[in-house]
T-cell receptor
Framework: GQSLEQPSEVTAVEGAIVQINCTYQTSGFYGLSWYQQHDGGAPTFLSYNALDGLEETGRFSSFLSRSDSYGYLLLQELQMKDSASYFCAVRDRAGGFKTIFGAGTRLFVKA | DVKVTQSSRYLVKRTGEKVFLECVQDMDHENMFWYRQDPGLGLRLIYFSYDVKMKEKGDIPEGYSVSREKKERFSLILESASTNQTSMYLC???????????FGPGTRLTVT
């Protein structure tokens, strides 16, 4: 079957660094994405990793290890506006490259 | 900018009613998706479509059907609404080989 696991909640202080982990199990892994969703808003795309390694986009970085079926999202210089839910999502060859989302991690940034 | 619009932000229907949720995208994307989002469960894929008149079942298609008669429009149909279909429904689109999905604002459906 297909499954993703990520922590339900993470709390961090403004200006700090936080890492949100995601482990996955799929039959035909193709790539790992991250989405951000603020309360009442739509999910927005943050990053995508198909190959092992770190991808950096401004304050956000995403890492993938295919051999460990593991990835993480790293948020640096946390700001209050980063308080949101973060979803990892796996693109799976099974069933026509559909995307499967994790349950989401709620990030609380404190002053 | 890519724009995905959904017909309603909030909808209240009665049990047994037939419900239509409409989604329109303006970027000529081949792929379109319908998800439902429930607390603690993330986004679960109901149906998706790679092209006009094509559809594929997602993880939770039971009780739903879809229609894609035009490339820009993807409709989700609840044949006979039930209270367990009370949820937030999100539509998304993407180019055919792209990984980034663009989401609409969502429709919060309440079935009473």
């Amino acid at each position: 079957g297909q499954s993703l696991e990520q922590p339900s909640e993470v709390t961090a202080v403004e200006g700090a660094i936080v890492q949100i982990n995601c482990t996955y199990q799929t039959s035909g892994f193709y790539g790992l994405s991250w989405y951000q969703q603020h309360d009442g808003g739509a999910p927005t795309f943050l990053s995508y990793n198909a190959l092992d390694g770190l991808e950096e986009t401004g304050r956000f970085s995403s890492f993938l290890s295919r051999s460990d079926s593991y990835g993480y999202l790293l948020l640096q210089e946390l700001q209050m506006k980063d308080s949101a839910s973060y979803f990892c999502a796996v693109r799976d060859r099974a069933g026509g490259f559909k995307t499967i989302f994790g349950a989401g991690t709620r990030l609380f940034v404190k002053a | 900018d890519v724009k995905v619009t959904q017909s309603s932000r909030y909808l209240v229907k009665r049990t047994g009613e037939k419900v239509f949720l409409e989604c329109v995208q303006d970027m000529d994307h081949e792929n379109m998706f319908w998800y439902r989002q429930d607390p603690g469960l993330g986004l679960r894929l109901i149906y998706f479509s790679y092209d006009v008149k094509m559809k594929e079942k997602g993880d939770i298609p039971e009780g739903y059907s879809v229609s894609r008669e035009k490339k820009e429009r993807f409709s989700l149909i609840l044949e006979s609404a039930s209270t367990n279909q009370t949820s937030m429904y999100l539509c998304a689109s993407s180019p055919i080989l792209a990984d980034e999905q663009y989401f609409g604002p969502g429709t919060r459906l309440t079935v009473t």
